[in-house]
């Protein structure tokens, strides 16, 4: 499970929104929730496949270097993607300033073992990694349609 | 009292706690630190310091992080 299926409409609106945050002053991180088909699901896939990305407002005090996906926010939007049928198959958050990979203050924070990291950059790179609890383990992205 | 806590993205667990238990004793009772979450009551967020008035609440691990 060392992939990442990712719809290219969702890799699309995810580097938009990083788009628009690098526009701000001073340059600040957004993030969402990625859904789509996690690996453990019921249809016997063997990779996490994202299908839909999700802005959520970024509440951190200083949005320029942290990001902190609004709690209300996330619950509204996780719930409307389950009931949509997506797996939450992790997060997205953008480095505007900095190159695309997880930060050490990315790894001291992460609580959501099993579940995908992707970081990105207004400039397209985009990494995925998924967090075993210890580490991000860095997974390969495959574009879908 | 009896309080059904649901861990957002893992399981739901039944939690008794006692009468002037706050929300963040729920959160520790499902090995959590309420540092790392937030616990919400009907979508919205609650202090955790705040007494338990409810039997059933979410709790969400934080999502964040930053850049170096």
Redo the contacts between chains.
């Keep these: 499970m060392n992939s990442l299926r990712l719809r290219t409409d969702a890799r699309d609106a995810i580097l938009a929104h990083a788009r628009e945050g690098a526009l701000t002053t001073p340059p600040s991180?957004v993030?969402g929730v990625l859904g789509g088909r996690r690996a453990s699901g019921d249809d016997g896939a063997d990779t996490d496949a994202v299908a839909v990305a999700e802005p959520v407002a970024n509440v951190?005090e200083?949005t320029r270097?942290?990001?902190?996906?609004d709690?209300?926010a996330?619950?509204?939007t996780?719930d409307a993607m389950e009931a949509d049928g997506h797996d939450?198959v992790g997060?997205y958050?953008s480095?505007p300033?900095?190159d695309p990979v997880?930060?050490?203050?990315?790894?001291?924070?992460?609580?959501?073992t099993g579940?995908v990291y992707l970081v990105c950059h207004p400039d397209g790179r985009l990494n995925a990694y998924r967090f075993t609890g210890d580490a991000f383990e860095p997974l390969e992205i495959v574009d879908a349609e | 009292m009896h309080v059904t806590v649901e861990v957002v993205g893992e399981e739901t667990h039944d939690v008794s706690v006692d009468d002037d238990g706050t929300y963040a004793d729920l959160v520790r009772a499902v090995d959590l630190s309420p540092h790392e979450v937030s616990v919400l009551v009907d979508g919205s967020p609650v202090p955790e310091d705040q007494p338990v008035e409810v039997d059933r609440v979410k709790v969400l691990r934080l999502i964040k992080g930053g850049a170096p």
Excluded: K
Aim: hydrophobic letters at 30%.
């Design positions: 991180e993030c951190a200083d270097t942290q990001y902190v996906l709690p209300a996330t619950v509204e996780i939450v997060f958050h480095h300033e900095s997880p930060s050490r203050t990315d790894e001291q924070e992460a609580r959501w579940y």
